[in-house]
């Protein structure tokens, strides 16, 4: 296996010593060094701990030798597009709370601002978080194995009001959901 830890790391620009420090408990850019150059053995309790300060799930981390994956090649700044120093492998976007479950949709015909083809990555969390997710896009479990997807528009109490995406549909109300989840990250073919 190969570590990935320097790519995930600059991808998200931080510094040797800026991932040191938000590892815990804090250790050395020397450490972090050793540990994305293969000089030091990486554990799993060292792959919870720089997992846990880039933000990503561990397993992300490390990949197969022979792993086909896409690789950043360009960026755009300020001043157009430009060819990065290096390519390198492009991650998977990470939402925050990376340590939520993520859930997604797959919108088979277009409804609202959504169109065929479209993937919605979600983020569950649970009802302590539910107030400050009003006004966005939501999937709340029904009875049934069933769900409600679309703007979260009103929380009371313990009662959720979604308002569907599609033209002219009325809103859902589902009582006492045990979770529900967030869009998060919309991913659509050009």
Not at 11 to 20: N, P, R
Not at 105 to 122: C, F, K, M, N, P
Not at 135 to 145: F, S
């Amino acid at each position: 296996m190969i570590n990935r830890i320097r790519d995930i790391r600059r991808q998200k620009g931080l510094t040797l010593a800026e991932v040191a420090l938000r590892c815990h408990p804090p250790t050395t850019a020397q450490t972090i060094g050793r540990l994305e150059t293969g000089m030091r053995s990486l554990s799993l309790l060292w792959m919870n701990r720089i997992a846990a300060a880039l933000d990503v799930d561990p397993q992300m981390l490390v990949k197969a030798e022979n792993g086909s994956t896409p690789t950043l090649i360009a960026r755009i700044g300020p001043s157009g597009i430009e060819a990065m120093a290096r390519p390198v492998e492009a991650v998977i976007p990470i939402v925050p709370g990376g340590e939520a479950k993520l859930v997604v949709v797959a919108v088979e015909s277009s409804a609202g601002e959504y169109r065929t083809g479209d993937q919605i990555w979600l983020r569950q969390i649970g009802p302590d978080d539910f107030p400050r997710v009003l006004n966005r896009d939501v999937l709340v479990p029904r009875p049934g194995g069933r769900y409600a997807f679309g703007r979260m528009i009103d929380r009371d109490g313990e009662r959720i009001a979604v308002l569907p995406p599609g033209i002219g549909q009325r809103q859902v109300v589902i009582d006492r959901p045990s979770w529900l989840a967030v869009a998060e990250m919309l991913v659509r073919r050009l």
